[in-house]
């Protein structure tokens, strides 16, 4: 018991108050989660709430200025359902493969609200993207010619941006994306000759996109950056062919967790950003103004929901198993980009509190010791039977996992 203790007053994971409890039962999507269980009819399952979706979009809405338009990056959740919705109730899709362009057309997207980044695209991706007429935001010197030769001598100009690597640092963010040397966009200061040459041709010229990073939590980070950003697009406005008309800011804002990290407070950003507008509606007048979210509006909105199979005891320790792991929930499990190990938010959904809690260890069915979902968690006691769920698993969750290691059944994923 005195462990319990000691562990309840470590830093504590944000409270996931995007869903309900009610009989001790965690809800999702208006009922709560042991129907949907048996309504799936099988564990593990993703199931992702769209009213939390659209709640992430609002929030946004009322904290930017109009003027900024919301994409959703797909590569974050890519589920067809789920692009489908927030298709509907953003202005547009970022994509990162032709893949993920059939996917957002068949969404309903209109081709002038996607654009499609990413280094390294096939000729198939470029030849993808020019015939359905999306933005395509270039990479490189190299693949600006390529798209070019793709459609010499035929009456088109695919419409391109030129993805910029800027000359400054998104500070503290997770993953960084940009500054330095990286595979991702054009430096900075090569820009201005990439753009010389841009207007000789055959090519619609549309404006920069300008990502710096990932995941960023700290509100003074990311207002330096946009700020940044603003000012390079000012600065390599001045060597474009023709006037600027789009404007991709990146995105980066974060989600808590880990224990310790609390959400975004919106409102200094949107300050920021209105005073940003202000000066855009007179260095680049006219230009459309987008931010891309992946995470933001996808993570908060998903749950993971496994089964716990076995409970032993191993030299002191308990041990939950279940039927889900890392194959199905690889960011979960510590191993898409942690460098040290912290647990996601869990809690037992069939019984969320109880007299009786214990330290466990939730891991899954796989034969390596990677496989960790919870390490020395706090939970009610659970048994098999019981279900286990891993919140803010709406984003990066199913198809960044290696789905098909060890061979298990993948699980459903339901949008509710
Ligand atoms: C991955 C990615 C995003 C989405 O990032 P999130 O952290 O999920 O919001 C946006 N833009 C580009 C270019 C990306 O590569």
Known sequence: MSKIKSMAETPKHAPMNQFEVADNCLRIGGQPLVDLARQVGNTPFYAYDRTVMRSQVEQLRAALPAEIHLHYAMKANPMPEVVRYLAGITEGLDVASAGELKVALEAGAKPANISFAGPGKSDADLQAAVDSGVIINMESNAEMLRIAALVEGQPIRPRVAIRINPDFELKSAGMKMGSGPKPFGVDAECVPAMLETLGTLPLEFMGFHIFSGSQNLREQAIIEAQTKTFELAFRLAQFAPSPVRWLNIGGGLGVPYFPGEQRLDLASIGANLSSLIETAQEKLPGAEIVMELGRYLAAEAGIYVCEVVDRKVSRGQTFLITNGGLHHHLAASGNFGQIIRKNYPLCLGNRI?????????????????????????????AGPGDLIVVFQSGAYGFSASPKDFLSHPHPTEILL
């Open 353 to 381: 509190s109880a007299d009786e809690l214990e330290v466990v260890n939730v891991v899954g069915p796989l034969c390596t010791p990677l496989d960790v979902l919870g390490n020395k968690v706090i939970l009610p006691r």
